[in-house]
């Protein structure tokens, strides 16, 4: 599959984002979403401490095609690609999904990002290697002055 990105910035305020999975991965998704004004919903059995205390809705439970319906941005932080399958099927047009544990079935990809007062940096792999993008942005926090 040929993909073709162009980095876009998405106004969140107000927007619907569901993120199935209580782990470390769906935590470090949440605490990125936090300044965004959205609305975030966790969805699952469990939830890492940090989960419990940030100020976001939490469904106790497993996940369900009707915890999805009302989302704008949809994100699959499992470590069961059986539900992250499931996720990515019961999300219509719509709706963005991003599966972490599998590019292809994800309609975008994060970035790592450099937040000043008056910019923005961001920084992507396409999704093929986020670890690397985290690197850079590293690297250039350290060796850079804005």
Not at 60 to 66: I, Q, R, V
Not at 95 to 121: E, G, P, Y
């Amino acid at each position: 599959m040929t993909t073709i990105g162009y980095p876009i910035l998405l106004q969140l305020a107000d927007k619907n984002v569901a993120i199935i999975g209580g782990g470390k991965i769906a935590t470090r998704k949440a605490q990125g979403l936090l300044p965004t004004g959205a609305n975030i919903t966790v969805i699952a059995p469990t939830f890492t401490k940090t989960l419990q205390e940030m100020p976001i809705t939490r469904i106790e439970e497993n996940y369900h095609a009707a915890h999805i319906k009302d989302a704008f941005l949809i994100f699959c932080c499992t470590n069961d690609p059986e539900i992250n399958t499931r996720v990515t099927t019961d999300a219509t047009a719509p709706q963005l999904v991003n599966d972490c544990s599998n590019r292809t079935r994800s309609d975008f990809f994060n970035m790592a990002t450099i937040r000043k007062a008056d910019h923005l940096i961001a920084i992507s792999t396409d999704g093929t290697d986020p670890a690397r993008s985290k690197n850079i942005r590293t690297k250039i926090e350290q060796n850079t002055e804005f």
